[in-house]
């Protein structure tokens, strides 16, 4: 694999997430629906806590952001994460070029 392969598979693998954690995180979605139904049906009356995937999984603590569900990405946020993706691709390659060059248009 080329260094700028490798870089696509780990900017993937952010967005993505492949392999062990996301099977761990699969496997705590199911225990947290187990947990949250169970809480329901034999819990207390009017006691409301639910569980999250991220309660299952003991090596995660500390190393990804519980995500906000209502928090919704600016447009600029987003903006500014594809761009230093492409600075970073761009860095690898050594150049400052296009990474693909547009095509020639004929009428």
Known sequence: MTA???????AYNRLEPIGEYRRDYMEGQILAMIQNIAQTVYGKKGKKSTTQPEDFIP???????????????????????FMD???NMRQLRGTKEPIRKPRDTKE
């Open 4 to 10: 700028v392969q490798v870089a696509e598979w780990e």
């Open 59 to 81: 090596w995660n603590k500390g190393l990804l952001p519980r995500v906000d569900k209502n928090k919704v990405q600016s447009p600029d946020d987003i903006k500014a994460m």
């Open 85 to 87: 993706l492409k600075k």
